[in-house]
């Protein structure tokens, strides 16, 4: 069973562009949603993090989105750069349970 | 401050072979996370430690184990390795909610 599922699995942004990544949770207990950037040969690099009492959260030129009700949440990366070309997770946790559920991944590539 | 530290970096082992992984926390976290990272199945959660305690638990075989000392370092071990075993195996380590992961140990199994 996924509990949190990404997409799209891909996604190609020119620079400058927006790039939009969504995932969708099924746990109603879940309460703290991270969003993780890898690079290959790298781990997880923790980006940006928002909790269901808040709708919006940023960061510099990223953004989480929090749907409550939808139980959907997206990252925003805004003026996308080159380097911003990476694998990027969301996941989802519950209360001081620290297993983190993650969504399958998006690439992201943005082009020059 | 330091980030969190595995080694090694790389193993290849082979089918039946035993492997134990180490992990080292930044400076003051107590809890310890170890993730599989595949292809095919992402990222998944092996267990958590906390003070010397395992207090979560994923969905593997009992063939994955992990203890954690007083000094909140962790090591996990895998024993009679399968093909697939190989993997990405990322360690994290968490002051509250954040988890830090580090580069992880790319384990081959031949």
């Known amino acids: 069973q996924q509990q949190v599922k990404q997409s799209p699995q891909s996604l190609i942004v020119q620079k400058g562009g927006i790039s939009i990544i969504n995932c969708a949770y099924e746990?109603?207990?879940?309460?703290?949603f991270p969003w993780y950037q890898q690079f290959p040969g790298k781990g997880p690099a923790l980006l940006i993090a928002?909790?269901?009492?808040?709708s919006e959260k940023k960061e510099g030129r990223f953004t989480i989105s929090f749907n409550k009700s939808a139980k959907q949440f997206s990252l925003h990366i805004m003026d996308s750069q080159p380097g911003d070309s990476a694998t990027y997770f969301c996941?989802?946790?519950?209360?001081?349970?620290?297993?983190?559920?993650f969504g399958k991944g998006t690439l992201l590539t943005v082009n020059p | 401050k330091a980030g969190v530290t595995q080694t090694p970096r790389y193993l290849i082992k082979t089918r039946g072979q035993q492997v134990t992984l180490s992990c080292s926390p930044i400076?003051?976290?107590?809890?310890v996370s170890w993730y599989q990272q595949t292809p095919g199945q992402g990222l998944q959660f092996l267990f958590e430690?906390?003070?010397?305690?395992?207090?979560n638990k994923g969905n593997f075989p009992g063939r994955f184990s992990g203890r954690q000392f007083s000094n909140s370092r962790s090591e996990m071990n895998v024993s009679t390795l399968e093909l697939g075993d190989s993997a990405l195996y990322l360690c994290?380590?968490?002051?509250?909610?954040?988890?830090?992961f580090g580069p992880g140990t790319r384990l081959t199994v031949t």
């Open positions: 994290a380590s968490s002051l509250r909610d954040e988890q830090y």
């Open positions: 746990n109603t207990a879940f309460d703290y």
């Open positions: 928002i909790r269901p009492d808040v």
């Open positions: 996941a989802a946790s519950m209360g001081s349970n620290y297993k983190l559920t």
């Open positions: 400076s003051g976290h107590r809890s």
């Open positions: 430690y906390f003070s010397e305690t395992q207090r």
